[in-house]
């Protein structure tokens, strides 16, 4: 199994120093790759949540790759209706061609509301906008072209894409529901869900391989986890723990409620919290479910014990995952 830490792009992580001190921490200590969220233009009433200043995440994926050359980095996930395809296509292509294949492209269909109506884009359409950005964005890295693409949302003809990298990047959607599952086994190069359940995990994975030998998909196919708040506690945590609330709580606005609860044991403790016996126990079980990569969130330390306590944090998940 593989590990990654998903980075935040705001608060303390911010500055230079501090993203660059958790960064080059995560390479040092073994760290498959490093994770970036993906917004262009938060709305006021979201502040609460992840404020400005803020990076965005394949500046950020460029900024990396040129500096650490083992390590991998990822959008956890990039909003495919945000952009149109040929940008994303012309931006990851040169990413993935310079780094020599070390770009991963989380994708996903969106959430925030605000975000949508601030760049025009409708948001009850963001399902199918990001159906056929992948679809295009797999016409375009097919080949020299000139390629043609049709669709609803976008569409272009005789277009010779700018940058095709000898091994396209990998597309990894992320979504929960079945309509994700079936997005990422039909347009996909994985799957990245957002914390469900081993069961659920598993049952996930179960439904993409039956659509993969259904349509006869051939390839490599990655599975992927998007954690939820990872605490290692230097004692066992018995139910929900001070240390692990659970941040959807209180979100009143419906557009939040897209992310699911958070996993928990069968006496409430939040699964990937506790001591080093009990996390390890979670990975194990994440391990039989079909998990072959978990991006961890660790970075909740930082809102009690600064950038340090989420460096901590790196540290003492090393030592569990090695």
Known sequence: MKFGVAVPTWGPFADLGALSDFVGLAEELGYESVWFADHVAVPAYATDRFDPPMLDPLALASWVLARHGRLRAGTDVLVAPYRHPLLVAAMAGSLQRLSEGRLLLGVGIGYLR????????????????????????????????????????????????????????????????????????????????????????????????????????????????????????????????????DASAGDSRPEYRYAPAFPTDGEGRPLLCGSPEQVAGDVEKYRRAGVEQIVLRVWNAASRSGVNGAMDQLRKWAVVVA
């Open 114 to 245: 605000g975000e949508f109506d601030a760049l025009g884009v409708p948001l009850g359409e963001r399902a199918t906008t990001t159906d056929e950005v992948l679809q295009a964005l797999r016409t375009v890295w097919s080949g020299r072209g000139p390629h043609h693409f049709s669709g609803q949302h976008f569409g272009f003809s005789d277009i010779l894409p700018v940058a095709v990298p000898p091994n396209p990047v990998p597309l990894l959607v992320g979504g929960n529901n079945a309509n994700a599952r079936a997005r990422a086994a039909r347009l996909g190069d994985g799957w990245h869900p957002l914390y469900p359940t081993p069961a659920d995990y598993a049952t996930g994975r179960e439904e993409i391989e039956r659509i993969r030998e259904k349509d006869s998909s051939a390839g490599s196919f990655l599975y992927s986890y998007s954690a939820a708040a990872c605490v290692i506690t230097e004692r066992a945590l018995e139910g929900r723990g001070a240390d692990a609330r």
